[in-house]
């Protein structure tokens, strides 16, 4: 449904265009937040900021991206985090928002006028008593870029993120009650039902997903809510209709900081205060409105001034920039640190760094929450199968590519190999080798499919972590389950398929499981080799190289005995050996040890008669766990996503 859609059902926010462009929306606001929404907010302060990487064009000099910022958010205001491009707008939200993950930072930010943790600033704390509707989360940040499941519809997605965001202690209909809020504040109903879906399948619209974005922030009734561009992609209206709802937001208490590029004088003029960044320094920070403009003139006479009707967020990023550009950016910071206006700024600041140190027990218990997440792991577990593995199961793009290369494959063999172990003739055993060398082999080729589960989805995982909603374990179990899940039908029914029409001997237990197992282990393989790769295009390079060179090793190409000394460590560590020599002994086990070539038996040639094809079970199935640690500790600690 679109915005025009929305209006006709009467769902504006109080946005309404007629007004024209300039007028202050606060008295037009028809739709009212109910308590829920009701969060106290909490002063942000910034003090002396002064944040330094190491330079990317030079990786032996560092380079400040903040320099010396101060300033402060207040409860129940919007605040506007304004500049050229590169200025350091986002760098500066993502520091209050706690989230860089590189660089150094001097100064102090505070909440309440205490440091915060990690968690305590992103992490839902939990209150027990749960009161109907409290603030669980301290900050909440809505990132540029929308990071929504596509599977999902938009109240599915709201639902799965207060399932996972809000207490357990809390009951469903608490819970679905806070979502229906959500859908009426935010103007969702007529697109509730509809998929959120991905840049290929459409879904709803920019403006809807932005609404979303903001839902799903909200879910916690967050106390400081951040939000980096949200009205990048937008067209006018709906840029307006979103920022409505904002402004709404802050006028019932909760602290708002934006940072915004090109508003329309519409929403320029929900903005309370404004800051303004020109090369990492604050060359004006105070109220929005005609005392910024004012500012402005009076600080830089030889600048055309406004002119009637003209765009004034536009007049005065446009004035910075070409400042800037004649190398006076130095100049409009040490105009603004010798201003009256900074002066009364950090005054207030000071004023407010001493009063905020009274907290009351609220926020002491907001401020002091060390955990990562607010639900135990078998929630969270629970949570991720409800909502994602059951949309998966029922997904034929998600089934397709796990379900067809292995009927494709067990087809092809059993045409090929039509009864083949049946004739244990010496000039035959080379056949009955090369099936079930196949068959070890395509599982784990076959793990190339797994890689964009983990690939393609790294920015939703990497905010959803950020967001406190689940733990890595707890992602990567449910992950690797419901691959599980399906592998285990593939398998049941794709080993019965080749065990019996290629006539093969020994355990059909044996056979199966060691498919299993090899899919399995090629499952945690893959999710690895894409937890360490930075993109898709390393990931489908190095899974291949991997898998190709184990197939030197097996033992099937080149005899165990055959292979040089100094290469024999690798052949240890292959597990397709394990699983190829488990299928072999159970073929040839007994009186199935057959004469082959140079007068040795099968399993001689290959040096396998002294194997136990359980114990190589088990061998392959440690390679399985080993896997397994790896995909956990590359998606623990390896960061592709810096900031
Ligand atoms: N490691 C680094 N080395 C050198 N410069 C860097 C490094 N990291 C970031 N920068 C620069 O820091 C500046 C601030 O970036 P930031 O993303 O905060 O800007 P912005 O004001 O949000 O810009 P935009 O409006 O375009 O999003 C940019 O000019 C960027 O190129």
Same mark, same amino acid.
């Given at each position: ?79 506007? %985090?304004? $500049? ?47 009161? +109907? ?16 499941? $596509? ?66 922030? %909200? ?74 403009? +004012? ?85 969270? %577990? ?234 190589? %079970?088990?061998?392959?199935?440690? *390679? ?5 640690? *790896? ?13």
């Amino acid at each position: 449904m679109d915005a025009d859609a929305d209006v006709e059902k009467g769902h504006t926010n109080g946005y309404n265009p007629s007004e024209g462009g300039h007028s202050r929306p606060g008295k037009s606001m028809s739709k009212a937040l109910s308590k829920a929404f009701l969060s106290a907010g909490m002063v942000v302060s910034v003090k002396n900021v002064t944040y330094t990487v190491i330079n990317s064009q030079n990786k032996k000099e560092s380079i400040s991206l903040l320099k010396d910022v101060g300033g402060y958010i207040l409860p129940g205001e919007m605040t506007a %985090l304004m $500049g050229p491009s590169g200025s350091g707008k986002t760098t500066l939200l993502d520091l209050l928002a706690g989230r860089k993950t590189v660089g150094h930072m001097d100064g102090q930010i505070a909440f309440a006028g205490n440091k915060p943790t990690p968690q305590a600033c992103l992490y839902a704390p939990h209150l027990s008593p749960a009161p +109907e509707f409290c603030p669980y989360a301290t900050a909440c940040y809505v990132e540029q870029f929308d990071t929504l499941l $596509g599977t999902l519809t938009v109240e599915e997605m709201l639902m799965y993120t207060a399932e996972l965001k809000r207490p357990i202690s809390q009951s469903h209909d608490v819970k679905k009650a806070a979502v229906e809020e959500l859908i009426d504040v935010l103007a969702l109903e007529g697109c509730r039902n509809v998929l959120i879906g991905s840049a290929l399948s459409k879904g709803i619209s920019g403006g809807q997903a932005k609404r979303v974005n903001i839902g799903i922030a %909200l879910v916690t009734n967050p106390r400081v809510l951040f939000l980096d561009e949200p009205t990048s992609g937008l067209d006018s209206y709906t840029s307006n209709e979103v920022m409505t709802v904002v402004k709404q937001l802050a006028s019932h208490g909760i602290t708002v900081c934006a940072t915004i590029h090109s508003p329309t004088p519409y929403c320029f003029n929900l903005f309370d205060r404004l800051m303004l960044l020109l090369r990492g320094s604050v060359v004006y920070f105070g109220p929005n409105g005609k005392l910024a403009i +004012e500012y402005f003139h009076t600080r830089c006479p030889s600048i055309a001034g406004i002119k009637e009707g003209e765009n004034e967020a536009e007049w005065i990023v446009d004035l910075t920039t070409q400042a800037d550009r004649q190398g006076r950016s130095v100049d409009f910071a040490a105009a603004f640190a010798g201003s009256e206006l900074k002066a009364a700024a950090d005054k207030e600041l000071e004023q407010l760094l001493v009063e905020a140190e009274e907290m009351d027990e609220a926020t002491e218990k907001d401020m002091a929450v060390k955990r990562e997440t607010v639900t135990p792991f078998w929630w969270a %577990l629970k949570t991720l199968f409800k909502y994602r593995t059951a949309k998966n199961y029922r997904s034929p793009d998600y089934l397709g590519p796990r379900v067809a290369d292995k009927l494709i494959f067990s087809l092809i063999i059993f045409t090929l190999y039509w009864k083949v172990g049946k004739n244990m003739n010496p000039d035959n055993i080379t056949n009955i080798a090369a099936v079930l060398f196949m068959w070890v082999c395509l599982p784990a080729f076959g793990a190339a499919s797994y890689v964009p589960a983990i690939v393609l989805e790294r920015p939703l995982f990497v905010r959803e972590r950020n967001d406190g909603l689940y733990r890595v374990i707890t992602y990567l179990v449910a992950k690797i389950l419901e691959e599980l899940g399906i592998a285990l039908i593939n398998s049941i029914v794709f080993a019965n398929l080749v065990f019996w029409t290629v006539a093969l001997k020994g355990s059909f237990a044996i056979f199966w499981l060691i498919y299993f197992v090899t899919l399995s282990t090629g499952i945690v393989l893959a999710y690895t080799v894409a937890a360490l790769s930075p993109n898709m295009d390393v990931a489908n390079a190095a899974l291949p190289t991997y898998v190709v060179s184990l197939l030197f090793f097996s033992g099937f190409l080149v005899r165990f005995d055959a292979i040089p000394n100094y290469w024999k460590w690798y052949s240890y560590i292959d597990f397709l050996k394990y699983a190829w020599g488990a299928l072999m002994k159970n073929q040839f086990n007994g009186d199935r040890n057959v004469q082959f070539v140079e007068g040795t038996t099968v399993l001689d040639y290959y040096g396998l008669a002294g194997i136990n094809p359980w114990v190589w %079970l088990v061998i392959e199935a440690c *390679f399985f766990i080993t896997f397994f640690g *790896f995909a956990f500790l590359a998606l623990s600690y390896v960061r592709h996503v810096k900031r």
